[in-house]
């Protein structure tokens, strides 16, 4: 008996499955550890957990032939019992890397992640081969690490970003959290699916005229055209574009209308995404080999060995940098086309188009590595296991070092243009003023100021010129201090593909903060109400904070 389900053990690599899921955690939970070493908090670190979990345990599921299907042993209960290894498995493993947190960002969040990625791999399998198992959950992981989580989190919010989501009740006030029902809903369809055998199975000829004639004429096809088909190019191209740009999309209203703000900053801010997508590639790429059942061949090929890996490893890199760098070129011709519709010079525009290529280009460089890299390895192996592998690796290595630098846009954008694009706010002796570039968010910061400076009780006092910059100034101890630094606003998290009427809400907050670092003696709770950021109440330093602002302003 117990020989028996050592057998069985064995034959579904349950072992291997479990060592590799309970390493890869504890090293993830230690990079966890690095990061967090100021006491901070990772959000993202159940999502990294579970993933690095669940993927090992899902290569249990497919290893099942069509012996083991026709044994005389209850097939559902073998199947049955390796569903319970998988959930407990990661239960235990959720339970060790966080035993003192439950709720929020803890045990509950990283259990109920691992719990929907097992169950979106096994739902995978009705559609996919085995092969591909691990395909939808590292997406669907690696998507819910594109963002972060917001302070006022909405319903929505909760069901498609619940991999990213806390396990509290309630996102908000009021406002209940369904990600845990939604990923346990998941868990169970794919459960259910692999219990009552929904497997995908390749396509069989099912009657004579399905099946080839044997004096059909056969056309001979490109070695080029079969050689991409094997290696998989256009589907991974395809994912690789869609995942590397899917960050970039997510966070336009930070860089839309500046094609320099997005490849100068966003596109080396992602950089960990891309070169992870472009491992996986490159492994996917070089595993040609072994699919075409080309690799005896090359071995007795006269033709040595190295020319053919670097073909493989050339052929992938140009791949991975194609992916990469196209939707980025296509998002900065349309911001940059935004510019000129904006009545923004063409001079200004094409420096700006050209001025942020340097980073993005240093990230395209990674990348090609990464996918030769990856290449490499594929060509070495041929094992299911090694894509994902290899894609986890990238990314916890690319986690941990550095970042490309990314550009200070509002620093440079000052020393090249200055704030000479100016525009009266309506209504009030107030001037808004911002470099070139960004001349076409000026009638939005114009119409936030109006609405500000109206709705302030002593609108005499504020600041009669304000600067229009990328960002703002989003806390304390930022602005440089000084009457010869003016108060902002930011055009973020307002930007688009045009600008909008009106600013977002940190206008007040960026006015607020700018002003008391630009303005000495005045008091940070009157500046927030003066600007509308708390409901206004008289205090006792309001008088010291409007004599303090009259000075300034002059």
Known sequence: MSRGITLWARHHLVVPCITVAVLASAAVRGLVLLIAADGGTVEVAPLWVATVAAVPLLF???????ADRAAPRSLAARRWTLLGIAVLVSGVI???????????????????????????????????????????????????????????????????????APADAFLDPGVPNLSIPLCLLIGVAGIVTFARGLRWAPRTFTSKAQQPRKN?????????????????????????????????????????????????????????????????????SGQYRWRSGVAVWQQLSTRPAWTLLARAAGRAAATAVAAVGAPA??????????????????????????????????????????????????????????????????????????????QDVDRKWAERYGYTACQTVPGQDVRVCAPAPDKGYLPAAAASLSQIYSQSPHPEALPRLVRLTTTGTMGGNIHPKGLENPPDVGAAPGRGITPPTVLGAPAGDSLTYSTHAWCAGTDLTDLQKLFGVEDYAQTPTMDRTLAALKTCRG
Do not use: K, Q
């Open 329 to 406: 070129l296509a998002m900065a011709l349309v911001t940059a086309g935004d510019l000129a519709r904006h009545g923004v010079g063409a001079d200004v525009v094409a420096t700006e188009f050209l001025a942020g290529w340097p980073p993005t280009l240093l990230v395209l460089a990674e990348v090609a590595i990464g996918a030769a890299l990856g290449a490499c390895a594929g060509w070495w192996s041929g094992r299911i296991w090694m894509a994902p592998a290899c894609l986890i690796l990238g990314l916890a290595v690319m986690i941990a070092v550095p970042r490309p630098p990314s």
């Open 94 to 164: 959720a339970l060790a890397t966080f035993p003192t947190t439950s709720g929020e960002w803890g045990f509950l969040a990283t259990w109920r992640d691992a719990v929907a990625l097992l169950g979106l791999g096994l739902l995978s399998l009705t559609v996919l081969p085995p092969a591909a198992i691990w395909v939808t959950p590292l997406v669907a992981a690696m998507a819910s690490m594109t963002f972060s989580w917001p302070l006022h989190p909405t319903l929505p919010l909760g069901l498609w970003g619940a991999l990213h």
């Open 60 to 66: 249990m599921f497919t290893t099942e032939t069509d």
């Open 216 to 284: 059909a004429v056969t056309h001979r096809r490109s070695g080029t055209r079969g050689l991409r088909r094997a290696s998989l190019t256009v589907p991974m191209a395809c994912l690789v574009a869609v995942v590397s740009a899917w960050p970039w999309m997510t966070s336009l209203s930070w860089w839309g209308g500046s094609p320099r703000l997005l490849l100068g900053d966003e596109v080396p801010a992602s950089v960990f995404i891309a070169v992870a997508c472009a491992v996986l590639l490159g492994v996917v």
